[in-house]
């Protein structure tokens, strides 16, 4: 990847790792706020957030598609200035008691604008890679993802044992400061110029719904889903049956969260590298292969150390999958296609983390008092047909598409602009 290349990926990186970290700093503590101050029951609160997340799929979609039609940082920006507007509203919510009903509504204006950002920075990085040095790209994204998850939920505990109103006006703050930053350092390409209202086309949710008539996009949303499913089972049912049926205590269950964290912070790069040596279907089956020996191992051991192997295998396949899905779906989109297709696979990239809490807790209650490691070799199998379905799809991709090229595309100088 040519320099200048490099440095915009770091640029987007770290604005997203900034954006996670100040998401961190409040959103994960808004359903403790809502039992512990507000006294609503668990089960309602856990409805709210899970409604709230199920909006995330809806304005993924919208995202994608503004951003095929307005330009990548135009969707970027304003996205991220209504959501500092919502999440400074809320903290006031919550700072002067408001009634409950204004409060939901600022909270699910603060998870639905949350959505916009990602899809148009993942076309935004699209425009300005070639199809080889997009794994790569997407795979520095996920180092600034995972630094900034890893930080901010630490720093916002402290927060709101002080006030919970302050940890999201930190929030507000911070975005506002990403916007500053993004607006400064980057810019659309120089070729995408204007040339009516609508810029390169109108938008047409219709048509977006229509995308999935692209069998190669509805079979990589499918593996999608089956494959997030399997990773969410990190933060529900890993929990489940490390507390419930094998009493371990918590901080064990947060160190497999950081052992996960730090296996994308620290290999992430070293695993780009090595795929871009192979074709992305290829690459995908290992990655998918790895979900499954980890995870699929998880229920025949009861001691921290052998579980922890498990869950740096399955870390390990995240490192291949996660960039491999959005470089796949990258290759496969036209120029006035990408925010469109990258915005439906989000759609269902949130809709796999749905499904993949909701399974775990059936798993966890219905199969596990019967057959403990049942749950996981079920995991472990939905894993490996993800991986064969992805693996398959080389039959339906040019080389090209599938990561592979006989030589190199030259890229201009004025591929990516910095100011």
């Given at each position: 990847m040519q320099a200048v290349t490099r440095k915009g990926m770091w640029l987007v990186s770290v604005a997203n790792g900034l954006l996670l970290f100040g998401y961190g700093l409040s959103l994960p503590f808004f359903t403790i706020y809502l039992i512990s101050?507000?006294?609503?029951?668990?089960?309602?609160?856990?409805?709210?957030?899970?409604?709230?997340?199920?909006?995330?799929?809806?304005?993924?979609?919208?995202?994608?598609?503004?951003?095929?039609?307005?330009?990548?940082?135009?969707?970027?920006?304003?996205?991220?200035?209504?959501?500092?507007?919502?999440?400074?509203?809320?903290g006031l919510c919550i700072e002067f008691d408001a009634q409950a009903g204004w409060m939901l509504v600022c909270y699910f204006l603060t998870t639905f604008l949350g959505a916009f950002f990602r899809p148009a920075a993942n076309a935004w990085v699209t425009d300005h890679t070639t199809p080889r040095e997009r794994v790569e790209a997407f795979g520095m994204i996920r180092i600034g993802l995972n630094i900034g998850w890893a930080l901010g939920p630490a720093v916002g505990g402290f927060l709101v044992r002080c006030s919970y109103s302050m940890a999201f006006y930190f929030t507000a703050l911070l975005y506002a400061t990403t916007i500053l930053y993004l607006g400064r350092l980057i810019k659309d390409r120089t070729s995408q110029r204007r040339s009516n209202r609508w810029g390169a086309r109108k938008p047409s949710f219709v048509a977006m719904l229509g995308a999935l008539k692209d069998t190669r996009l509805a079979r990589i949303c499918l593996y999608v889903v089956m494959i997030t499913a399997v990773n969410s089972q990190l933060v529900v049912g890993l929990s489940i049956h490390c507390k419930q049926y094998l009493q371990m205590p918590e901080y064990f269950i947060g160190w497999f969260f950081?052992?996960?964290?730090?296996?994308?912070?620290?290999?992430?790069?070293?695993?780009?590298?090595?795929?871009?040596?192979?074709?992305?279907?290829?690459?995908?089956?290992?990655?998918?292969?790895?979900?499954?020996?980890?995870?699929?191992?998880v229920g025949f051991f009861s001691s921290f150390a052998p579980i922890a192997i498990g869950v740096f295998l399955a870390g390990v396949g995240e490192l291949i999958v996660s960039p491999g899905e959005q470089t796949l779906v990258s290759n496969i989109a036209s120029r006035e296609t990408r925010g469109r297709y990258l915005g439906l696979l989000m759609v269902f990239y949130n809709l796999g983390s749905a499904l993949g809490f909701f399974t775990a807790g059936l798993l966890g209650d219905y199969v596990a008092p019967h057959y403990l490691p049942g749950p996981w070799l079920i995991i472990g199998a939905v894993a490996l047909m993800a991986g064969i379905g992805f693996w398959r799809m080389r039959y339906c991709l040019s080389a090209s598409e599938d990561g592979k090229q006989t030589a190199p595309i030259p890229i201009k100088k004025d591929t990516i602009t910095l100011s």
């Open positions: 101050q507000r006294h609503l029951p668990p089960a309602m609160a856990g409805l709210v957030v899970a409604l709230a997340g199920l909006s995330r799929c809806v304005s993924s979609a919208i995202s994608g598609e503004l951003a095929d039609a307005f330009g990548r940082k135009n969707v970027m920006m304003w996205g991220l200035f209504s959501q500092i507007v919502a999440m400074f509203a809320l950081t052992i996960n964290g730090l296996v994308v912070v620290f290999l992430q790069q070293w695993a780009s590298r090595i795929m871009a040596k192979m074709r992305l279907s290829t690459a995908m089956l290992w990655g998918c292969a790895l979900y499954a020996v980890g995870f699929g191992s």
